[in-house]
Every structure is written in structure tokens, then in C-alpha cells.
């Protein structure tokens, strides 16, 4: 499921984003701790080029602290980069964040001059609540679904820090089909832009190999199936979500199979590790020159027809 939603407010926040980059000392990308490399926006690390980096796991508690750590030290290892875990409802973590902030451009705190942040992220990871967390007033809008945020906006934080606020941005095609269906699972893109049935039998596959437990202990199944759609039908019987003829009620589970997710009345659940993460985006690579040659031949066959 290659993703393309990529709304006019996004295309203006990129060039926003292009004309003040330079001025910024430190930049804040907020990621959705179940899926860091999915929500990871590449353009970022394009338009932030050297400029210091902290990036912040939200929703710690929605996602396998195991694998959490994983990633803390995946991009810890990365240059210019630091990590933390947190959840916005937790202030003790989030006042922790202007101390790593200045941690990371300690010259501007020796100065005692402001220290110029950008925060930034695509939708529906938690950044406006985070925000407001750390103004300790609201500040900017929030929403349970993407695409809040729609214009920029400066804070500043009264401690030495300005914090400018961007749209959540989607790049404009998201090329890795599973982060595609890992974006859909978690809700960072609108559900009007998806296969309900498609994304919910994508996340039943994926936590029968990684989580079996905890789908037969949250569904009470005894015995789970080796076919992912006969778990998927085990878990209609089991919530009573059946049509007439006694034929299963596929969209019914499939709503209740993702809204179990997003709320964490599966438990703790990760989507990807980094080593995940690594192969699919050599496999992503290889996919994405195999379409450019494809196109290319495709131009220059068009081209000798119509030289005929």
C-alpha cells in the first residue's frame, strides 16, 4: 500500500521550513515509539543536513520497552543525534527535554544567548500536546487525527528556549509498503486513505508472529490458527461481530482489531525493529531503482515511437 496524501498545508510548511532551517540551532523530531522508522520523515533529515538532532520516542507507553530501548540506542549511535523515551502525560520526562536540548548546544547555554529549536514531525505523533507540555499552557492545537497543526507558529518557552512549531508533513510518497500499513495501524494517516479490512489483516499477520500471547489472551482464543485469517475471523466469532448468515463481519473486526491497538488494550506493542528497519530499506532501495529503469525504458520507447 504505496501512501500518497500530501495536502497543500504540507507543500507550504516545507518551504517554511527551507527558508528558516538555517537560523535554527537544534532540531526536535517526534516519532511514534511503535514505529520510529516509519515515522521517521526522511525530508527532515534533508532539510536539517548537520544541525543537531534529538529525536523523541512518543507514546512510550503504548509501545515494547525492549524494543524501545533498541531503537534509543540505534539512533543514539548516529552523528549529532541523541534519544529519548517519553509520554507527553508524564511532565517529569517531558521538563527533562530543555536539559538535553541545551546538553546538545552547550556553546548557546555557556552564552547564555536563546536557543532556537525547531520542532517538527509528521501527523498524529503527539507534537502539539508535547508542545503544550512544555509551555505548560496550551499553546497550539491537538486533535486524535492528522493534520491538525496547519501554519507555524514561535514559542517561546521563558527558559532560554524558542520552540517553532511546523505542520505535521508526510513526505509526499511514502515508497516502503509496510511502513505504509504501520502508518495506517497507528493512525497517522486519515482512515479515509485506507483499506480498513487490508491495514487491520496487515497488523493481525504482524502480531501473530511477534505477539501471539497476547492475541489469545486479549480474544481468549485457546489455540491460535497458522493462517493470520482465520485468526482474524476467530477474533469476529469471539466479539459477537457476525452478519447474517452467520458470515463474519470483517469491517466490524477490522475496527475493533485497530482501535485495540491505538489504545493499548493489546499492551505494549512495537511494529518494527531497527534490524527490521535496515532490510526493508535496502529492499525499498532496489524496489525504487527498478521503477526509475522501468520508467526510463518506458520514455525512451515512447521517444523512438515517435520518431517513426
Not at 159 to 171: A, E, F, K, M, Y
Not at 199 to 217: D, H, N, Q, T
Request: proline content about 5%; aromatic content about 4%; glycine content about 4%.
Amino acid at each position: 500500500m504505496a501512501i500518497q496524501w500530501y495536502p497543500g498545508h504540507m507543500h507550504k510548511a516545507r518551504k517554511q521550513i527551507e527558508e528558516i532551517i538555517s537560523k535554527i540551532d537544534l532540531v526536535i523530531e517526534v516519532l511514534d515509539a511503535r514505529i520510529p522508522y516509519s515515522s521517521e520523515n526522511p525530508m527532515i533529515q534533508t532539510l536539517r543536513k548537520n544541525t543537531p538532532c534529538i529525536k523523541i520516542l512518543n507514546k512510550a507507553d503504548l509501545a515494547d520497552p525492549d524494543i524501545t530501548q533498541m531503537w534509543l540506542d540505534h539512533f543514539k549511535a548516529q552523528e549529532h543525534v541523541t534519544a529519548i523515551a517519553l509520554t507527553t502525560s508524564n511532565l517529569k520526562q517531558v521538563q527533562s527535554i530543555p536539559d538535553v536540548c541545551r546538553a546538545m548546544v552547550p556553546e548557546k547555554d555557556q552564552e547564555h544567548r536563546v536557543l532556537n529549536t525547531m520542532i517538527m514531525g509528521i501527523p498524529n505523533v503527539g507534537k502539539s500536546t508535547l508542545i503544550n507540555a512544555l509551555a505548560g499552557r496550551v499553546v497550539a492545537k491537538t486533535g486524535n487525527e492528522p493534520a491538525v497543526t496547519k501554519s507555524q507558529q514561535r514559542i517561546n518557552l521563558q527558559n532560554g528556549i524558542v520552540l517553532s512549531d511546523t505542520p505535521g508533513i508526510l513526505w509526499p510518497k511514502v515508497e516502503n509498503e509496510s511502513s505504509g500499513y504501520r502508518l495506517a495501524v497507528t493512525g497517522a494517516i486519515k482512515d479515509t486513505a485506507m483499506n480498513y479490512e487490508d491495514v487491520a489483516f496487515f497488523a493481525i499477520e504482524y502480531l501473530c508472529s511477534a505477539y501471539p500471547e497476547r492475541l489469545k489472551e486479549r480474544y481468549k482464543i485457546e489455540s491460535l490458527p497458522d493462517d493470520p485469517m482465520m485468526v482474524f475471523e476467530a477474533i469476529g466469532r469471539a466479539r459477537g461481530a457476525i452478519k447474517s448468515g452467520h458470515r463474519i463481519n470483517y469491517h466490524k473486526v477490522s475496527e475493533l482489531i485497530l482501535h485495540e491497538i491505538r489504545s493499548g488494550k493489546l499492551g505494549q506493542l512495537s511494529l518494527e525493529t531497527p534490524s527490521m528497519a535496515l532490510q526493508e530499506q535496502e529492499e525499498t532501495l532496489i524496489k525504487v531503482e527498478e521503477k526509475r529503469k522501468a520508467t526510463e525504458q518506458k520514455l525512451a520507447m515512447s521517444k523512438k515511437k515517435r520518431r517513426k
